[in-house]
Nanobody, 128 residues
Framework: QVQVTESGGGSVQAGGSLRLSCSAS??????????MGWFRQAPGKEREFVGT????????RYADSVKGRFTISRDNAKNTVYLQMNTLKPEDTAVYYC???????????????????WGQGTLVTVSS
């Protein structure tokens, strides 16, 4: 079993910042080198890709809507990935999900199909 847990959500005014954390644990992950991703789902919309980071942290990709404002990093010693969100906009309001890619094909890494284990999500609300 793999457990994925997000934290750090909350309410912030437009232009503000938040940092989300995501921890992954489970025997399956021990000794493995796995990418992790962030997704979000706004009210009434489908879940969308935010960004992804490989095991080394050298390869990070972002959705165009967050590029230049959001930064993904990871601390493998802590099995934790971070999503630093700056210059937040009301349209960033969503439930943010973290996910682990383990079995899924790597060519799907920019989509939900590229991930096997998901957290429960953490709500981010940005007010104008």
């Amino acid at each position: 079993q793999v457990q994925v847990t997000e934290s750090g959500g909350g309410s912030v005014q437009a232009g503000g910042s938040l940092r989300l954390s995501c921890s992954a644990s489970g025997r399956l992950l021990v000794g493995s080198r796995y990418p992790m991703g962030w997704f979000r789902q706004a009210p009434g919309k489908e879940r969308e890709f935010v960004g992804t980071i490989d095991w080394s942290g050298d390869n990070v990709r972002y959705a165009d809507s967050v590029k230049g404002r959001f930064t993904i990093s990871r601390d493998n010693a802590k099995n934790t990935v971070y999503l630093q969100m700056n210059t937040l906009k009301p349209e960033d309001t969503a439930v943010y999900y973290c996910a682990v890619a383990f079995y899924a094909p790597s060519n799907q890494i920019l989509t939900e199909r590229g991930y096997d284990y998901w957290g429960q999500g953490t709500l981010v609300t940005v007010s104008s």
